[in-house]
């Protein structure tokens, strides 16, 4: 069993729909980030969270560390939003070099 | 600020051959890593530094050597390259202090023919 696991691994939507991407872990974190690569692109850094909620534009990260889970929302969705959404977390009491990786999601907008 | 700069963007090799990936950052970041990213995979970590003259194994290290003599520079060095090393390769820096917050070079993509 993967300790980061992300749902769903794939994900068609239409423009316009609310998006949820789920992101489970099974060890204790001092962080957790969520981060975009775009088809062939670069990876960029979206969110990194310890605990809460954080907004960015139409994209929402939220944390439940007592459950152990993360959930990234994208609202209004856009076709430009196509792209591997990856969940990764720093384990506590590690050096924040030792990220422990999820699978990807992929999400696909149409218009 | 460049932020992470990785040269070449594409390379092609044949079995045997040896080569060097550069990884350069300028924000003065205390940590470095490498990762590869194969097809349907997440990225795996090969090698990484907490700073400069420190260097250790990830995942995945067998078949690459690293070195880290300044705190900008961290090449990733293929001894001799094989078709298993076909992948995408990042580099990655981050801060010792504050957010964590990685930040990912353009990558590299390399094929071992």
């Known amino acids: 069993k993967n300790e980061v696991e992300q749902s769903p691994q794939n994900l068609t939507a239409q423009e316009g729909e609310f998006i949820t991407i789920n992101c489970s872990y099974s060890?204790?974190?001092?962080?957790l980030h969520w981060l975009q690569q775009h088809p062939g692109g670069g990876i960029v850094s979206l969110f990194m969270?310890?605990?809460?909620?954080k907004k960015h534009g139409r994209l929402i990260a939220t944390i439940n560390i007592q459950e152990k889970h993360s959930s990234l929302h994208i609202t209004a969705s856009h076709p430009r939003d196509s792209a591997v959404y990856i969940c990764?977390?720093?384990?506590?009491?590690?050096?924040?070099?030792?990220?422990?990786w999820g699978a990807g999601t992929k999400l696909i907008i149409k218009p | 600020n460049a932020g992470v700069t990785q040269t070449p963007k594409f390379q092609v090799l044949k079995t045997g051959q040896s080569m060097t990936l550069q990884c350069a950052q300028d924000m003065n970041h205390e940590y470095m890593s490498w990762y590869r990213q194969d097809p349907g995979m997440g990225l795996r970590l090969i090698h990484y530094?907490?700073?400069?003259?420190?260097?250790d194994q990830g995942e995945v290290p067998n078949g690459y050597n690293v070195s880290r003599s300044t705190t900008e520079d961290f090449p990733l060095r293929l001894l001799s390259a094989a078709p298993s090393q076909t992948s995408v390769y990042f580099c990655?820096?981050?801060?010792?202090?504050?957010?964590?917050?990685?930040?990912f070079g353009p990558g590299t993509r390399l094929t071992v023919t």
């Open positions: 990655a820096s981050s801060s010792a202090e504050g957010t964590y917050e990685q930040y």
């Open positions: 530094s907490v700073g400069a003259g420190i260097t």
């Open positions: 990764a977390v720093n384990p506590y009491m590690d050096s924040n070099y030792q990220l422990i």
């Open positions: 060890v204790g974190i001092s962080a």
């Open positions: 969270l310890s605990s809460g909620k």
